[in-house]
């Protein structure tokens, strides 16, 4: 026994000396991962390079409305090259110090070309302005009429109308003859204003348009030729060739590490034989751990229509029924001792090992699949199966486990998708009909002088806006409870949407004789960002309700930011709410209280809708409410605002 435990520890020490060679030698060169990676850093950069001479060419000519996509080369181009010197500080290459080097040329190169292209820019808003406003001044001396300066006139109205025309058709030839003709006009326009001779503002205003284009035009293509000639393609192909020969230098080093690799590997089998004996030896005190279970709590859990297990404290399954063994596509000898980890596709949501905390912390008990209640998985047959899985706290022999309880509910969300599905299809399908009916119905409105047919063709069309309306909350509930709704986030200006609500309700409001306000306290001078649709949504919804819901006084919607969130307050004089009927109101088809359902109609599936919206843009609603003293309903969502300033909209 002694001599065995001598020779496995002398055998153990060689496998660690083995494996602190290898690595020692293998840490000297450069991974094959980082490699690539570095690799493919050097050809981003290459195609980002290429990317920013392209769109600097595209704003040259003209073919982009702004300069965002400019601005996003150059950040992009600059964050690359930031991550490519990180990378070569953290290779061990025997040449970083030249590579560090290089990427300081390659640096001030860019920010040369920065420069241009910043100057480019200066001469590319002078152009634009003047291109816009010419025309305009232009044509404004058409009206003119002069005895004195009539020759003036005409003929500053000509070079106008010329550098217009050259605008149009871009001759390279033509600035240089358009200079000298404006400059003479120039010259003889500054005379007449100091002579006094007519009021020809206009004329001068017309000829430093084309000064400023003409001028703005040369310094474009000059900066642009000069952004184009910073080249930095030569220095990315040296920076390449530089780490490259590093690379190749290390890599010989390595062929070392790898023999040594190929011993210890040799070592490694004859662990891995006596892991495999050790496994075997496990498995059996596994089937005696099994074997302890009674015969009457087997055959009640073999005869289980769902699949149910036990898994002991290392996290190995070590009771299996029948049912569990066909979801996961194992014989029962296969299943048993296998880790349940290896057979849930995404894992637990914290390791076994603090499994018993975390069930306790949740009452002894934790569906898988979050929200969705249901995980997806292959089982080792192939079959894709949607599956329920439930984890409890249990013992067994005196000892801490987990009782697994997994169903297969495969054939039940096959069928809600399908559901989904033809509600969608069906909620389409009525949509195309309501809109033909809601636009005859206006079109015959326009032209019926009968007051009483208009009042039956208005009552067909609110008819026709009610259930499409109806129609259109079907579809958006079946989209929030298959999971398929998205918010689609982009710059918006508040006010515009405010005004937008405004516009909408205002004149119902007024129309059914109610007092409205909308009062916006937080003034931006910035874009927020936000799905502008959805947020109108709600606030149609939360607004149209307390307009209904209000027989007499006052309806009013007031925004206020605070922290780190946007709140829109929908506040009224209406018939109010209990407490019992606050509870379930956010459940569809729920409209509390039946009496005032009754009285005031509506489908229950608005505020549902809302509240499902707001919590997938990260936000909530909240209504404070007392029976005959009105509600307030107060939507509260992530206050972002965006790069945009408003007046750009």
Same mark, same amino acid.
């Given at each position: 026994?002694?001599?065995?435990?001598?020779?496995?520890?002398?055998?153990?020490?060689?496998?660690?000396?083995?494996?602190?060679?290898?690595?020692?030698?293998?840490?000297?060169?450069?991974?094959?991962?980082?490699?690539?990676?570095?690799?493919?850093?050097?050809?981003?950069?290459?195609?980002?390079?290429?990317?920013?001479?392209?769109?600097?060419?595209?704003?040259?000519?003209?073919?982009?409305?702004?300069?965002?996509?400019?601005?996003?080369?150059?950040?992009?181009?600059?964050?690359?090259?930031?991550?490519?010197?990180?990378?070569?500080?953290?290779?061990?290459?025997?040449?970083?110090?030249?590579?560090?080097?290089?990427?300081?040329?390659?640096?001030?190169?860019?920010?040369?070309?920065?420069?241009?292209?910043?100057?480019?820019?200066?001469?590319?808003?002078?152009?634009?302005?003047?291109?816009?406003?010419?025309?305009?001044?232009?044509?404004?001396?058409?009206?003119?009429?002069?005895?004195?300066?009539?020759?003036?006139?005409?003929?500053?109205?000509?070079?106008?109308?010329?550098?217009?025309?050259?605008?149009?058709?871009?001759?390279?030839?033509?600035?240089?003859?358009?200079?000298?003709?404006?400059?003479?006009?120039?010259?003889?326009?500054?005379?007449?204003?100091?002579?006094?001779?007519?009021?020809?503002?206009?004329?001068?205003?017309?000829?430093?348009?084309?000064?400023?284009?003409?001028?703005?035009?040369?310094?474009?293509?000059?900066?642009?030729?000069?952004?184009?000639?910073?080249?930095?393609?030569?220095?990315?192909?040296?920076?390449?060739?530089?780490?490259?020969?590093?690379?190749?230098?290390?890599?010989?080093?390595?062929?070392?590490?790898?023999?040594?690799?190929?011993?210890?590997?040799?070592?490694?089998?004859?662990?891995?034989?006596?892991?495999?004996?050790?496994?075997?030896?496990?498995?059996?005190?596994?089937?005696?751990?099994?074997?302890?279970?009674?015969?009457?709590?087997?055959?009640?859990?073999?005869?289980?229509?769902?699949?149910?297990?036990?898994?002991?404290?290392?996290?190995?399954?070590?009771?299996?029924?029948?049912?569990?063994? #066909?979801?996961?596509?194992?014989?029962?000898?296969?299943?048993?001792?296998?880790?349940?980890?290896?057979?849930?596709?995404?894992?637990?949501?914290?390791?076994?090992?603090?499994?018993?905390?975390?069930?306790?912390?949740?009452?002894?008990?934790?569906?898988?699949?979050?929200?969705?209640?249901?995980?997806?998985?292959?089982?080792?047959?192939?079959?894709?199966?949607?599956?329920?899985?439930?984890?409890?706290?249990?013992?067994?022999?005196?000892?801490?486990?987990?009782?697994?309880?997994?169903?297969?509910?495969?054939?039940?969300?096959?069928?809600?998708?399908?559901?989904?599905?033809?509600?969608?299809?069906?909620? #389409?399908?009525?949509?195309?009909?309501?809109?033909?009916?809601?636009?005859?119905?206006?079109?015959?409105?326009?032209?019926?002088?009968?007051?009483?047919?208009?009042?039956?063709?208005?009552?067909?069309?609110?008819?026709?806006?009610?259930?499409?309306?109806?129609?259109?909350?079907?579809?958006?509930?079946?989209?929030?409870?298959?999971?398929?709704?998205?918010?689609?986030?982009?710059?918006?200006?508040?006010?515009?949407?405010?005004?937008?609500?405004?516009?909408?309700?205002?004149?119902?409001?007024?129309?059914?004789?109610?007092?409205?306000?909308?009062?916006?306290?937080?003034?931006?001078?910035?874009?927020?960002?936000?799905?502008?649709?959805?947020?109108?949504?709600?606030?149609?919804?939360?607004?149209?309700?307390?307009?209904?819901?209000?027989?007499?006084?006052?309806?009013?919607?007031?925004?206020?930011?605070?922290?780190?969130?946007?709140?829109?307050?929908?506040?009224?004089?209406?018939?109010?709410?209990?407490?019992?009927?606050?509870?379930?109101?956010?459940?569809?088809?729920?409209?509390?209280?039946?009496?005032?359902?009754?009285?005031?109609?509506?489908?229950?599936?608005?505020?549902?809708?809302?509240?499902?919206?707001?919590?997938?843009?990260?936000?909530?609603?909240?209504?404070?409410?007392?029976?005959?003293?009105?509600?307030?309903?107060?939507?509260?969502?992530?206050?972002?605002?965006?790069?945009?300033?408003?007046?750009?909209?």
């Amino acid at each position: 026994m002694r001599n065995f435990i001598l020779n496995y520890a002398l055998f153990l020490l060689s496998g660690v000396f083995a494996i602190f060679v290898s690595l020692v030698v293998i840490s000297q060169g450069a991974g094959s991962k980082k490699h690539i990676s570095y690799l493919e850093q050097l050809n981003h950069l290459e195609a980002s390079n290429e990317r920013y001479n392209t769109i600097l060419l595209y704003s040259r000519l003209d073919l982009l409305n702004n300069f965002d996509e400019l601005l996003s080369a150059e950040r992009s181009i600059f964050t690359l090259l930031d991550s490519v010197e990180q990378s070569s500080s953290a290779l061990n290459s025997a040449n970083q110090r030249q590579l560090v080097k290089k990427i300081g040329y390659l640096s001030s190169l860019l920010r040369k070309k920065q420069e241009y292209v910043s100057s480019f820019k200066t001469a590319r808003a002078l152009y634009t302005n003047s291109a816009i406003y010419l025309p305009l001044v232009n044509a404004e001396i058409e009206h003119v009429s002069m005895d004195k300066n009539e020759g003036i006139t005409a003929e500053v109205h000509r070079i106008g109308s010329e550098v217009i025309t050259f605008l149009s058709r871009v001759d390279d030839r033509a600035p240089t003859l358009l200079q000298q003709q404006v400059g003479e006009l120039e010259k003889e326009v500054a005379e007449h204003l100091e002579w006094g001779e007519g009021d020809i503002t206009i004329e001068a205003n017309v000829l430093r348009h084309c000064r400023l284009i003409l001028d703005s035009l040369g310094g474009l293509n000059r900066y642009t030729q000069k952004s184009l000639s910073v080249e930095i393609a030569e220095g990315i192909v040296d920076l390449r060739r530089i780490y490259l020969a590093g690379y190749h230098e290390r890599q010989e080093l390595t062929t070392l590490g790898n023999r040594l690799l190929i011993l210890f590997t040799l070592a490694l089998y004859l662990l891995l034989f006596r892991y495999v004996m050790n496994q075997r030896n496990a498995y059996q005190a596994l089937e005696k751990s099994y074997g302890r279970v009674t015969d009457d709590y087997i055959s009640i859990v073999d005869a289980a229509p769902a699949g149910i297990g036990m898994v002991d404290a290392n996290g190995t399954i070590v009771v299996a029924n029948p049912a569990l063994l #066909h979801i996961f596509g194992y014989k029962k000898s296969e299943l048993l001792g296998k880790p349940l980890e290896d057979l849930l596709p995404s894992g637990l949501p914290v390791p076994y090992s603090e499994c018993y905390d975390y069930l306790d912390q949740r009452g002894g008990r934790f569906l898988l699949g979050g929200e969705m209640g249901h995980i997806e998985l292959h089982n080792k047959l192939g079959n894709s199966l949607t599956i329920s899985m439930e984890l409890k706290r249990a013992s067994m022999d005196g000892e801490p486990c987990v009782l697994l309880n997994a169903v297969d509910v495969t054939e039940r969300y096959r069928l809600e998708l399908a559901k989904d599905e033809f509600l969608a299809s069906m909620s #389409h399908e009525l949509r195309t009909p309501l809109t033909a009916i809601i636009g005859n119905s206006e079109l015959l409105s326009s032209k019926e002088k009968s007051s009483e047919k208009i009042e039956l063709i208005r009552t067909i069309e609110m008819a026709g806006r009610g259930q499409l309306a109806l129609v259109n909350d079907i579809l958006d509930m079946s989209k929030i409870e298959s999971g398929k709704f998205t918010i689609n986030d982009a710059p918006y200006d508040l006010a515009r949407l405010l005004q937008h609500v405004e516009y909408i309700l205002s004149y119902r409001a007024k129309e059914v004789g109610l007092t409205w306000e909308l009062e916006q306290t937080n003034h931006e001078s910035y874009q927020l960002l936000g799905d502008v649709q959805r947020i109108i949504q709600i606030l149609i919804n939360l607004v149209g309700n307390a307009i209904k819901f209000t027989p007499k006084g006052e309806v009013s919607l007031v925004t206020w930011v605070s922290g780190e969130l946007l709140f829109f307050e929908v506040k009224d004089t209406g018939v109010g709410m209990s407490p019992e009927t606050m509870k379930k109101l956010f459940q569809r088809f729920e409209q509390g209280d039946e009496a005032v359902a009754s009285r005031f109609g509506g489908s229950g599936l608005g505020l549902f809708i809302s509240e499902n919206l707001a919590g997938l843009m990260g936000g909530q609603i909240q209504v404070s409410s007392e029976v005959d003293a009105g509600s307030t309903f107060t939507l509260s969502i992530p206050y972002r605002r965006s790069d945009t300033l408003v007046d750009d909209v």
